[in-house]
């Protein structure tokens, strides 16, 4: 009542819009990141890519299935395989050594996935050196692809053609070193993987190029109803397994984004409400004011100074708690976006935009106010 509240007025239109900027904050940084997961180079092509679950029921027909699938004109290749770079597909964690050196050297931890000498080819990856797999050659048998991470931490400065072990099985000879790519989330670092050569699997991978990917799917359904009349076909895209791996990022952007518009709305109708209280409380000084002749915008100024130096202040206090908040975020993830200053002008002149759009229409409607009616009615 009066002006022996205005300090709590004041620092309640500070706490709402402060919380409405840290929550702007943590929008538009978890908008970003997600943008950042679905865009990065990841070291695979995961669009256009078909996986048909259930492949091992096909048994010893695998091959004849691919076969046929090539022999559409929209299939640009088919792998067979049960290790996929998403969530849900197999792992194989391994210990290997450079030939001779289990004794002396330390182990290094590594993925080691059974493909096939398609599989590089239709998911997109890169060779740096070396070549692919040749299953017409005997010794592929053994032999072994690494990626850049493991030539790193076995020390290989050539890898090709040098010996590595698990200790188990035969030595595999290094025949080719692929471009790191990322098999698990961008919560852990690109570590050391290998490839096999192996022909089973319980996934077939189908890359395609077809604007129409319905014809596409029902062309391999049929196809499947050939080879597996009593079963019915199971196929989910990449792309969209790819996006599930980080479906919680997206619910976190939405949850920001919902609660961000509900403190906006809040913080604006306090806001409206209290500019409407203080353009009633000073309605006689501003007839004085305009009877002198004080013009609309000398008005509007003197109503939305105060409410302008509330949201500063609103501003300097969210910036810090936004930064920490979502860079204690960020931090559980090995690669992520950096927060960069635009984030915190979007998110200022965010709130500054709404609360002059907010207080202007009583600002506003003051200035172009009859002083005479004001002053006659005092």
């Known amino acids: 009542r009066g002006a022996k509240n205005s300090k709590l007025r004041g620092g309640l239109v500070v706490f709402q819009f402060a919380t409405s900027i840290v929550l702007i904050i943590c929008t538009i940084v978890t908008y970003r990141q997600m943008e950042f997961i679905l865009h990065k180079q990841i070291g695979f092509d995961k669009d256009q890519l078909v996986m048909i679950q259930g492949a091992n029921t096909l ?7 691919q076969n046929e699938l090539k022999k559409l004109s929209s299939v640009e290749n088919t792998s067979l395989t049960s290790y996929l770079p ?3 597909t197999k792992r194989d964690n391994n210990s290997f050594w450079k030939e001779g050196r289990q004794q002396e050297d330390q182990a290094v931890m590594c993925q080691n996935w059974r493909v096939d000498e398609n599989y590089i080819s239709t998911m997109g990856m890169k060779l740096v050196s070396g070549r692919n797999f040749q299953p017409n050659l005997a010794t592929d048998a053994n032999a072994i692809i690494i990626n850049q991470s493991m030539a790193r931490e076995l020390a290989l400065e050539e890898p090709v053609g040098k010996k590595i072990t698990n200790g188990y099985e035969p030595t595999y000879h290094v025949i080719g070193v692929m471009e790191d790519f990322h098999f698990e989330t961008f919560k852990t670092a690109v570590g050391p993987l290998s490839l096999t050569l192996r022909h089973t699997g319980e996934v077939i991978v189908v890359k395609f190029q077809s604007e129409n990917t319905d014809v596409m799917l029902s062309q391999v359904e049929q196809i499947w109803d050939e080879f597996m009349p009593n079963q019915s076909i199971r196929y989910t895209f990449m792309d969209d397994s790819y996006a599930r ?20 709305i809040v913080a604006c109708l306090g806001l409206f409400a209290l500019s409407a209280f203080m353009v009633e409380q000073r309605g006689k000084e501003i007839s004085v004011r305009k009877v002198l002749g004080a013009s609309l915008m000398q008005v509007f100024g003197l109503l939305t100074s105060n409410f302008i130096k509330l949201i500063l202040i609103a501003v300097i206090i969210a910036l810090p708690i936004g930064w920490y908040l979502m860079d204690n975020w960020l931090a559980d993830y090995k690669y992520h976006v950096s927060i960069t200053w635009d984030v915190y002008v979007i998110a200022g002149l965010i709130s500054l935009i709404i609360s002059l759009i907010t ?20």
């Open 86 to 88: 998403i969530n849900g």
């Open 359 to 378: 207080i202007s229409s009583e600002s506003l409607k003051a200035g172009l106010m009859n002083p005479v009616k004001k002053l006659r009615s005092e």
């Open 245 to 264: 791996m980080y479906a919680q990022v997206s619910r976190t952007g939405k949850v920001f984004t919902l609660f961000a518009a509900l403190a906006v």
């Open 59 to 65: 048994g010893n027909k695998a091959e004849a299935f």
